[in-house]
């Protein structure tokens, strides 16, 4: 039994998180267009056969109960805006994973970040009663650091080329977590920096 059930539907202030399906691939691959989101991703996903090797795939991984991917809708303009999912997904040892997150560029820097991971967060630690969950990024990707910082990540340190990149590089990640009882402060400070952020964009 699956410890995510399908489908599960998450929703923020701002975003609901949609399960991914074959139907959201045209406007998904749509919003994958600016090359600035792949910067720091082991691939580029605007490539249409890479598009959907990777969302083929992370769906099979869905139904072996590994990963759990999300469509991120712009409730405002019911727009897909992104992509996000729960990965590495170990329910016998209480843990998962935030990962393969991105969002058009439009919306870096405002309160869509901080109102996903909540949802996410929230769901995993309330919900699921996760006692650990991690999240990571290239070594070097210095805005994505921190903002798994501001979420309320802790910083653990770098595992040293352990992913390989579709330009047969390796790619290093800076490895972060919250635990469980880390959770409570945790998401009473995320909870204003998402009040904080949502009234300076009104």
Not at 17 to 24: G, M, Y
Not at 71 to 87: D, E, M, N, S
Not at 102 to 108: G, S
Request: aromatic fraction near 12%; proline fraction near 3%.
């Amino acid at each position: 039994m699956p410890w995510i059930p399908h489908p599960t539907v998450l929703s923020g202030q701002l975003v609901d998180l949609i399960p991914l399906n074959e139907s959201h691939f045209d406007e998904l691959f749509a919003a994958t267009s600016n090359q600035r989101i792949w910067e720091f991703y082991t691939g580029n996903w605007s490539v249409r056969k890479r598009f959907e090797e990777i969302h083929y795939g992370t769906m099979a991984q869905r139904d072996a109960g590994k990963e759990y991917p999300f469509v991120i809708v712009h409730r405002a303009t019911q727009k897909i805006i992104g992509g996000t999912r729960f990965l590495d997904i170990v329910d016998a040892d209480q843990r998962l994973e935030i990962g393969g997150t991105w969002l058009m560029p439009e919306y870096w820097a405002s309160a869509i970040n901080f109102d996903c991971k909540l949802a996410l967060l929230t769901f995993s630690f309330e919900v699921l009663g996760a006692h650990r969950v991690q999240l990571k990024t290239q070594y070097n990707n210095i805005r994505s650091r921190k903002a798994i910082e501001k979420i309320g990540g802790i910083y653990e340190g770098v595992i040293r080329e352990h992913m390989l990149k579709d330009d047969g590089t390796f790619r290093s990640s800076a490895y972060f977590s919250i635990l469980q009882h880390e959770w409570p402060n945790a998401k009473i400070a995320l909870q204003e920096k998402l009040r904080l952020k949502m009234e300076a964009s009104n």
